[in-house]
C-alpha cells in the first residue's frame, strides 16, 4: 500500500489544520493508521493510532483532547484533526499503516511521505 500525507502548512498558535493520509494500490480498510511527528532534533514519536475498524483509537499525552484520528475507509483515507496547536507541534508530520494499532505505533510496515506543519506563536 501507498501513502500520501498531505494538508501541512503554516497556522498560528490556537489554530487548526487537517491531515489527510491518502491510500493507494491497496485498500487502507485492512489496515490500522498511525500519524507520527519528527520535529528538528528530536527522535520521531508516534501521535495517534486507530485500528482498521475505528473503533480502537490510541493519542500521545501531548496531543491528547486537541488532534482527533478518523477514518473513512470509503475515501481510502485517514484524517488527523489538530486543533490548538502549539508551536511544540510543528514537526514533519507522516502517516504510517501496519497489522495491528499496537504494533503500528512502534514499527509499521508502511510509511508515507510527511508533510511540514509550522506553528508560529
Known amino acids: 500500500v501507498q501513502l500520501q500525507a498531505s494538508g501541512g502548512g503554516l497556522v498560528q498558535a490556537g489554530g487548526s489544520l487537517r491531515l489527510p493520509c491518502a491510500g493507494s494500490g491497496r485498500t487502507l480498510s485492512r489496515y490500522a493508521i498511525a500519524w507520527f511527528r519528527q520535529a528538528p532534533g528530536k527522535e520521531r514519536e508516534s501521535v495517534a493510532a486507530i485500528t482498521w475498524s475505528g473503533s480502537s483509537r490510541y493519542y500521545a499525552d501531548s496531543v491528547k483532547g486537541r488532534f482527533t484520528i478518523s477514518r473513512d475507509n470509503a475515501k481510502n483515507t485517514v484524517y488527523l484533526q489538530m486543533n490548538s496547536l502549539k508551536p511544540e507541534d510543528t514537526a514533519v508530520y507522516y502517516c504510517?499503516?501496519?497489522?495491528?494499532?499496537?504494533?503500528?505505533?512502534?514499527?509499521?510496515?508502511?510509511w508515507g511521505q510527511g508533510t511540514q506543519v509550522t506553528v508560529s506563536s
Open positions: 504510517a499503516a501496519g497489522y495491528g494499532i499496537d504494533s503500528t505505533r512502534r514499527a509499521p510496515d508502511y
